[in-house]
């Protein structure tokens, strides 16, 4: 014997706004979850904050409107070319820093006085001929207004870098690195790539932030470029598939670490890949080739220990 149920009005009312409360809610996105991290509202906003484009930190360097140009003359004939910009944070302070390099000067030189020898060999670029690194510095003062940044500060040299007279080229594949010291300061490691007779050659260009000269208003020395180093070699481009010489590739990993004995921090590549190891022969890339730099306080530069 079987029964059948019917369910009430009351019921088939109570059913139906239950049904639709539960559809309501899956139809409706969920809310994003405030982070409870410090300061991650105040990250959030300043990521959403476009910084200062290229030909905003070209004019502010070199008081010249380059029309939307990144590589023009300035003066005494030298030629600019953005390199470089990152935002970063110090101290609950957002930055953003745009770097360029520059060529020496060039002087009209009167006719007659050099011979075509000479002339010849100043203008001659090789791999001894650096170029000047600068930047401009900009703070993050309202992220909602039209002119969120705030010019802060440039500095007309922090360094000499590259080689042929043109600096390092930035390698977009892979993001620069961070590492913040005891004291404060920031080391910024820039990746970089060249290419030079079939060698592909990648590395980082080390630049430090110290802060403190900066609030204090100290002329000189906010960016110091450090150094490079090279992390990995690619030679497809020259061994022809091995018929002119073994092919190899290699890469390396960056690893910072304080040793307690300065601020600077000590940089270790720890390579992988292949490398020649003899005629027709090649071998891998292991511990026995950690490259360690430290900083030498003497030449404010890294060198291998």
Same mark, same amino acid.
């Given at each position: 014997?079987?029964?059948s ?9 109570t ?9 309501a ?9 405030a982070?409870?991290?410090p300061?991650?509202?105040?990250r ?6 476009a ?7 070209m =004019? ?17 004939g030298r030629i =600019? ?9 110090? &101290?609950g302070?957002? *930055?953003?820093?745009?770097f360029?390099w520059e060529?020496?000067?060039r002087?009209a030189k009167?006719?007659?006085?050099? %011979?075509?020898?000479q002339v010849?060999?100043e203008? &001659? ?6 170029v ?16 969120p ?6 500095e007309?040299?922090?360094g &000499? ?8 080229d930035?390698d %977009?594949?892979r993001?620069p690195?961070?590492h913040?010291t005891?004291?404060?300061k ?5 990746p970089?790539?060249? +290419? ?6 990648d590395?980082?260009?080390?630049l430090?932030f ?21 992390t ?19 890469q390396?990993?960056?690893? +910072? ?28 890339l292991?511990?026995?080739?950690v %490259?360690? *730099?430290?900083?030498?306080?003497a %030449? ?6």
């Amino acid at each position: 014997m079987t029964s059948s149920l019917k369910a009430s009005p009351t019921l088939r009312a109570t059913l139906a706004g239950l049904l639709a409360v539960a559809f309501a809610a899956l139809a409706t996105p969920p809310a994003a979850v405030a982070s409870d991290a410090p300061g991650s509202s105040s990250r959030q906003a300043a990521a959403a904050v476009a910084p200062p484009d290229a030909r905003t930190v070209m =004019a502010t360097i070199f008081d010249i409107d380059g029309k939307g140009e990144t590589t023009y003359e300035v003066e005494n004939g030298r030629i =600019a070319t953005y390199w470089f910009g990152h935002a970063f944070e110090s &101290e609950g302070t957002h *930055y953003y820093t745009g770097f360029a390099w520059e060529t020496a000067a060039r002087y009209a030189k009167p006719a007659g006085n050099q %011979t075509d020898t000479q002339v010849e060999s100043e203008e &001659e670029a090789g791999p001894g001929t650096r170029v000047n690194l600068t930047e401009a510095t900009f703070v993050l003062t309202d992220p909602a207004s039209d002119k969120p940044w705030k010019f802060r500060g440039m500095e007309p040299t922090i360094g &000499e870098f590259g080689a042929y007279e043109r600096g390092e080229d930035v390698d %977009t594949r892979r993001k620069p690195l961070e590492h913040r010291t005891p004291a404060g300061k920031l080391l910024l490691a820039v990746p970089t790539t060249s +290419f030079d007779n079939g060698i592909t050659s990648d590395g980082y260009a080390l630049l430090v932030f110290n802060p403190e000269r900066l609030k204090n208003d100290i002329d000189g020395h906010v960016w110091t470029y450090v150094g490079g180093v090279l992390t990995g070699e690619d030679n497809s481009a020259a061994c022809a598939d091995g018929d002119v010489m073994p092919c190899t590739s290699s890469q390396g990993e960056l690893v +910072f670490s304080q040793d307690g004995r300065q601020d600077m921090p000590t940089v270790t590549v720890k390579p992988s890949g292949t490398t020649i190891s003899g005629p027709n022969k090649t071998r891998q890339l292991g511990a026995a080739d950690v %490259t360690v *730099y430290v900083f030498d306080p003497a %030449t404010k530069a890294y060198v291998t220990k």
